[in-house]
């Protein structure tokens, strides 16, 4: 009897933990928090677990059972939801029965060593979303150019930053600063017609759209400390971007004696 629940409970921990490793994955790489806990309960209760409870908050996870417990911190690396659908996907075959816990594991693996985009196309999704971003704010053609231009250049800088460990805060006011003075010089040599309309499609690829949208909807689904968190690194990132906007204008207009036309 001591051996059976020996065993029961080794299948418990393990599902646990592969659970936790899912909510894990999808944590850090951008997922809102009701997916996450439905996902690793989902998984948690196809693989027979009944006695389990999922405490999740924006860079944590409190997992529970008969005789598993663990807390996993989860720092924020960035967003890659390619791996969060994978991640999705996974639970849904698990759901159906298509697989067992080894095989599952394997293939949690395998999703966790899925390579983001190449640098090259980064660059050129940046460069084509300033771009089109420009359009639809009303810029010209030409205003287009430039803003695809200054997208692709901002994006090889937010590459190199991320490469040698720079601080966000630091990252985004240094990139909304290049933007701004890139779009000056720009327009000043006739390389584009309206600094606004350049100037708000090219800072477009440093919007956290996706933290701030998971941050609201965690806050519809009463994840009042987990959306509270994600607002606030949303809106630091939203005062960082204008912090470096403004240095470059306060700084042209003392210089030129005058303030910019926008």
């Avoid at 919007?207 to 994840?223: C, Q, S, W």
Wanted: hydrophobic residues 50%; neutral net charge; contains cysteine.
């Amino acid at each position: 009897m001591r051996l059976l629940m020996n065993e029961h409970d080794t299948q418990e921990s393990k599902a646990l933990a592969f659970a936790a490793e899912v909510g894990h994955l999808m944590l850090e790489n951008g997922a809102e928090i009701s997916r996450v806990e439905e996902t690793m309960e989902r998984i948690a209760t196809c693989f027979g677990v009944d006695s389990k409870d999922f405490f999740v908050l924006s860079n944590g996870i409190f997992t529970t059972g008969r005789s598993y417990a663990k807390v996993l911190f989860i720092p924020f690396k960035g967003t890659q939801l390619q791996k969060v659908v994978e991640a999705n996907r996974l639970s849904r075959d698990v759901a159906a029965g298509k697989l067992s816990l080894d095989q599952a594991q394997e293939r949690l693996e395998e999703i966790r060593n899925m390579k983001g985009e190449k640098p090259a196309i980064q660059i050129l999704a940046s460069a084509v979303g300033s771009g089109c971003f420009c359009a639809i704010f009303g810029g010209s053609l030409m205003d287009c150019s430039a803003a695809f231009v200054i997208g692709m250049l901002l994006w090889a800088f937010v590459i190199l930053a991320g490469r040698k460990n720079i601080s966000k805060i630091f990252s985004n006011i240094a990139g909304a600063a290049i933007v701004t003075m890139l779009c000056i010089l720009f327009c000043g040599i006739g390389f584009g017609h309206s600094i606004s309309h350049v100037l708000v499609g090219s800072l477009i690829p440093l919007v956290p759209g996706v933290p701030f949208t998971n941050g609201i909807k965690d806050l519809a689904n009463e994840d009042y400390i987990a959306g509270t968190t994600r607002l606030l690194d949303a809106l630091l990132v939203f005062f960082c971007i204008a912090m470096g906007v403004s240095l470059v204008l306060i700084t042209y207009s003392h210089i030129t004696g005058g303030m910019i036309s926008l």
